[in-house]
């Protein structure tokens, strides 16, 4: 597979979107009805194509080569009658089709993949108060937004994305909701410690999907209720039978803490049901059987994991690999938003800005696609090569919009390359919030 066939393939998913607009129209049988120079897909392909110029610098930069004259306000008006979740349903459909072309039909085949979230800040608006925050300690008020995204740590790819406003947050929820929506035989999902829970553990259980989550190793966390041996290593396999029953019987039962667990009613469990005041029923049970693993990192750091994989495959040094793969989905977030530009938002709506987000997953992935395709010759070099993603982004660009062609992008994608230098180490540095700052309209690329 090639370029040109990677573009055919994102082509063929906009025009399958176009064929039922009113599907992702705010206004169904009114919006994207009349003939009209920004067509359904010209907006979409616009949307995809910007890169983080001011508005009328985009529009000059993609409808000028055609010689159409299209106003800021004309974009800014059909933008309000689109749905964000065409580009979700982009993504998800771009994704299928390519992965049908080139991926093995294997059912035993075990995708790696890893979840994680990004806070996002977005111009400020006090009257969204799902993602508004009021300014302490002399800060100005700001509103922010959540990313969950599910990443295949092979391909390097964005699998699925939601999108919260951050009063709304909840990244279990969200996990559980693409892990349940993906259509994957056979997965194993990489987790940070903001996925500690049993209900995510018993929903990707459920599924048929291996999980491996880094636990707190102090209080308020799954370890905390268990009895774990005292020890910095161990390998430790649990059956744990849950219930919300609260009888005397059960409380005996719970004593026992690596083999019940009382559940609260408040807490989420999706596999109990509530009990909503019934008394003297037989308690249900739901058991859950999985491996706690503590292993040290290094000589100061010592790390807890929960996973259902089988220990005879999957000893401690081995986790320990697999989870340390799981920091490709934190370096591929710096590319999103800094490389493909996610943060140079175009519109202070809330619903223009998710598009501009899940368009940014698009491009990434297009990229991605586009550069699988491309050998590098290797050579007598001291370091192994890889492509260098932030010209190729560019040239992708080039080649979506029809600036450059097939061949002329690979060759020139493969002249510009990068070494690889591994197990570099560098502080991790944040904003004053920790939050992830959109760039000010006026400090735009020229």
Known sequence: MDAACVKQSLVNQIQKLAEHPELYSQNPGRDFTRNRKLTFCTLISFILNMHGGSLTNEIIDYFFKDGISVSSSAVVQMRSKLKAEVFRSLLLGFNEEIENLILPKDENHLRILAVDGSDIQIPSDSNDVDSFFPGVNGQKPYNTIHLNALYDLQQRIYLDALIQKNRKQNERKALVEMAE?????KALIIADRGYESYNVMAHIHERGWFYLIRIKNGRLGIADGLDLPDTDEFDLELSMNMTRSSTKDVKKLC?????????????????????????????????LPFRIVRLRVSAELVETLVTNLPSEQYPPDKLKT????????????????????????????????????????????????VTAQITIR???????????????????????????????VEALIAKYIVPIRPNRNYERRLSKRGKVTAINFTYRIA
């Open 181 to 185: 929506s993906s259509n994957i035989e």
């Open 255 to 287: 004593e026992d803490k690596n083999h019940y667990r009382w559940v609260p009613q408040t807490a989420t469990f999706d596999y109990l049901p509530k009990l909503n005041g019934v008394y003297g029923s037989k308690p249900v049970f739901y058991n």
């Open 322 to 369: 697999l989870y340390a793969f799981r920091w490709g989905i934190e370096t591929s977030f710096r590319s999103l938003k800094y490389t493909v530009g996610m943060l140079n938002f175009n519109s202070k709506k809330a619903e223009c800005i998710f598009q501009e987000v899940f368009a940014s997953l698009v491009i990434y992935n297009f990229t991605e696609w």
């Open 378 to 408: 290797v050579g007598k070099r001291k370091h192994t090569y890889k492509v260098n993603f932030t010209v190729a982004v560019h040239i992708c660009r080039k080649l979506l919009i029809g600036e450059m062609h097939p061949p002329d």
